[in-house]
């Protein structure tokens, strides 16, 4: 009898320990405790041109506007770039990214990169304030901004909402700047990190 009394003893000991312990060994997959946080979304901008990068020869910009206004988009001419626009630069002293509004600072790329034809940078959504859709224009001037060399025909624009991939548009090559600064394809992306 002792025996039984014993052993209901243990099972019930043994069965309180196990109530007490699992609730607190939760755990989610990525080993974190809580709530599994909400995913973070980013862009990457790939711009390819036809003969080489050369920033020490000219610029190349990447122009953002997030306004969610698809009619007033980003237009090739600088003398049009409002408050609302946000952009990347790449000129002989490396890449800027940045508000065109005046004392803006220079923010943080998550990436950014160039070799041989092809130019590239990502940037957190939340770094462009987390915007429904983003017109996007590429332009290439020569080191004193004062000369145009290619641009797209048409600002494109990228629904964030919809995690897609949107390409932009260019015909024929410029007059002036040479393949090194003939913008020939354009590619917007929404990822996940």
């Given at each position: 009898?002792?025996?039984?009394?014993?052993?209901?003893?243990?099972?019930?000991f043994?069965?309180?320990g196990?109530?007490?312990?699992?609730?607190?060994?939760?755990?989610?997959?990525?080993?974190?405790?809580?709530?599994?946080?909400?995913?973070?979304?980013?862009?990457?901008?790939?711009?390819?041109?036809a003969?080489?990068?050369?920033?020490?020869?000219?610029k190349?910009?990447?122009?953002?506007?997030?306004?969610?206004?698809s009619?007033?988009?980003?237009?090739?001419?600088?003398a049009?770039?409002?408050d609302?626009?946000?952009?990347?630069?790449?000129?002989?002293?490396g890449?800027i990214?940045t508000k065109?509004?005046?004392g803006?600072?220079s923010?943080?790329l998550?990436?950014?990169?160039?070799?041989?034809?092809t130019?590239k940078?990502?940037?957190?959504?939340?770094?462009l304030?987390d915007?429904?859709?983003?017109?996007?224009?590429?332009v290439?001037?020569?080191s004193?901004d004062?000369?145009?060399?290619?641009?797209?025909?048409?600002?494109?624009?990228?629904?964030?909402?919809?995690?897609q991939?949107?390409?932009?548009?260019?015909?024929?090559g410029?007059?002036?700047?040479?393949?090194n600064?003939?913008?020939?394809e354009?590619i917007?992306?929404?990822?996940?990190?």
């Amino acid at each position: 009898m002792r025996i039984i009394n014993l052993k209901r003893t243990i099972i019930i000991f043994l069965i309180i320990g196990i109530i007490a312990v699992v609730p607190g060994c939760v755990r989610w997959p990525d080993g974190s405790e809580g709530e599994p946080e909400e995913t973070d979304y980013q862009l990457r901008i790939t711009v390819k041109v036809a003969g080489q990068i050369t920033p020490l020869e000219g610029k190349y910009y990447i122009i953002l506007d997030t306004d969610g206004n698809s009619i007033d988009g980003p237009d090739y001419d600088m003398a049009y770039w409002e408050d609302d626009f946000y952009y990347v630069a790449l000129d002989e002293w490396g890449f800027i990214f940045t508000k065109v509004e005046e004392g803006s600072t220079s923010m943080t790329l998550n990436s950014k990169s160039w070799s041989d034809d092809t130019l590239k940078v990502t940037i957190a959504l939340s770094s462009l304030e987390d915007p429904d859709s983003i017109d996007i224009n590429v332009v290439t001037t020569d080191s004193d901004d004062e000369t145009y060399y290619d641009y797209l025909d048409d600002y494109f624009t990228i629904d964030t909402t919809l995690y897609q991939t949107a390409e932009g548009d260019t015909e024929g090559g410029p007059e002036e700047g040479g393949a090194n600064f003939n913008i020939t394809e354009v590619i917007a992306e929404i990822i996940s990190y």
